[in-house]
């Protein structure tokens, strides 16, 4: 078969029930083999010796059924080490298509961009992320589209060229899901022009511009751009999920932009920024130095003084009460009295409590929308989102989901969590605004996912 190589003597002969007929490809820590059973031919990789953390990914791999996804069979051990056999594959890489074709048309991105993000939505559902999407994860064989190499615990090796790894995996921070979106995105750029969008031309180089700057996307397709935007977020909670995408990209054909929150390059990632200056350290006050004896005469004038003074004193009170009772009564003041303390009232707290309705604008059109808000915790946020008809849409089915999120100063932020009652397919969504005051009797802001635009609720 093209593309496979001859097995060495290091190689071993079998894994478990397949033969190994020769090597799909060689890693620095792991090998993929061609296999061949009673069944069929497989490829199994031979991984280095692994853990709990692997054993769990690899188990909820094997949940994955999407059919632009290489099925996961099955697993075993040889010696210390886990192997992991999949569905074969028998096809070209995305990588070597563009090599040898030149970048992809308008509608063979979508294909491309549409089959692999169904693919990641369902190894996302099953509670695992990729954490090495690129090029080469993606074999166009017969039926389509596949994405491989799923279900793997891994770390970015330093050698390599970060050219289709994330800002938080260059940074060696830990990474999820959200991590998949960014290598996605730079992978369908990649697609769509021939070139990596942040280059390859060395670790320093390439790693600095994930992490600084942002992606030309001027040559790809108009509707697409507005999508792969939102995923090159450089902060993972700025990206959207892998359902919002694919609900994207299903209305991306209508030629209408995605909502989205700030742009990938509008703010530093919080492990790029400069550490702050330390303080200096406390001081503790030195106590006043002790007075010396005084005396008699001294002290004969101390109290004369004293008594002056507080003369002195009760008629600037008496002259300010009088001044403060004639003055126009505007805003209340404060009048400091001996002894007493007087405190600020602290500022209300911003609050979205209640029960919101009005509508949205999503693929479907206007939709009529009721949000119920409670915050359990200073801070913390939890809704149902529940929709139905609006009278000038009235096709649209009732559906509900919870939703949580958080409310720092005056931004609002709510993500879709779980589905209470759904219709058909409809997908879960986001839910961005920023307050106008405290206490708003109205929100305006964006939902994100969809297809949708914008929505406005009044408190009820």
């Excluded at 071993?12 to 083999?33: D, H, I, K, N, T």
């Excluded at 001044?323 to 003041?333: A, E, I, Y």
């Excluded at 002894?339 to 707290?349: D, I, L, M, Q, S």
């Excluded at 999503?362 to 809704?383: D, M, W």
Aim: hydrophobic share 40%; net charge negative.
């Amino acid at each position: 078969m093209d593309g496979v190589q001859a097995l060495t003597e290091a190689d071993p002969a079998q894994l478990g029930e397949y033969a190994l007929v020769g090597v799909l490809g060689r890693g620095s820590q792991s090998v993929v083999y061609l296999g061949h059973s009673a069944s069929g031919h497989v490829a199994i990789k031979l991984l280095p010796a692994g853990d709990a953390d692997t054993q769990r990914a690899v188990a909820a791999a094997q949940q994955v059924t999407e059919p632009t996804s290489a099925r996961v069979l099955t697993t075993g051990m040889y010696g210390d080490r886990l192997y992991v056999v999949s569905e074969y594959v028998h096809g070209v890489s995305l990588a070597e298509w563009i090599r040898r074709e030149g970048p992809r048309d308008a509608g063979q991105l979508h294909w491309v961009a549409t089959s692999t993000m169904a693919a990641l939505a369902a190894i996302h559902r099953a509670g695992i992320a990729h954490l090495d999407f690129k090029p080469a994860s993606v074999l166009l064989g017969p039926e389509g589209p596949k994405v491989i190499d799923f279900g793997m615990v891994r770390w970015p090796e330093p050698a390599v060229v970060p050219a289709y790894l994330s800002p938080e995996q260059v940074a060696g921070h830990p990474a999820g899901q959200a991590s998949d979106l960014f290598s996605w995105a730079v992978t369908m750029i990649y697609a769509g022009t021939g070139v990596p969008a942040f280059g390859e031309d060395g670790v320093p180089a390439v790693s600095h511009r994930v992490l600084y700057t942002p992606a030309d996307l001027s040559r790809l397709p108009p509707p697409l751009q507005p999508i792969l935007d939102r995923c090159l977020a450089k902060r993972p909670e700025y990206r959207p999920t892998a359902q919002e995408v694919l609900a994207s990209l299903h209305g991306a054909g209508q030629d209408r932009p995605a909502s989205a929150p700030p742009p990938a390059y509008a703010e530093q990632p919080a492990y790029a920024q400069q550490p702050a200056q330390p303080t200096q350290p406390f001081q503790p006050v030195q106590p006043f130095p002790p007075t010396q004896p005084t005396s008699s005469k001294s002290s004969t004038g101390l109290v004369i003084g004293l008594t002056a003074g507080i003369v002195i004193l009760l008629v600037a009170i008496v002259a300010a009460a009088v001044f403060l009772v004639k003055w126009p009564q505007q805003d209340p003041v404060a009048v400091a009295t001996p002894g007493a303390v007087v405190t600020t009232p602290a500022p209300e707290r911003a609050s979205v409590a209640g029960r919101w309705t009005g509508s949205y604008v999503c693929n479907q059109g206007k939709t009529a929308l009721e949000l119920t808000i409670k915050e359990t915790s200073p801070g913390e946020i939890e809704a149902v989102f529940a929709f139905e008809a609006d009278p000038s849409n009235p096709g649209v089915p009732s559906g509900s989901f919870a939703m949580r999120g958080r409310l720092t100063e005056r931004a609002l932020e709510l993500n879709g969590e779980r589905w209470i009652d759904r219709p058909g397919k409809y997908v879960m969504v986001d839910l961005r605004a920023t307050l106008t005051e405290d206490r708003p009797s109205a929100i305006k802001g964006t939902i994100v996912g969809g297809g949708c635009s914008t929505f406005t609720v009044e408190r009820s």
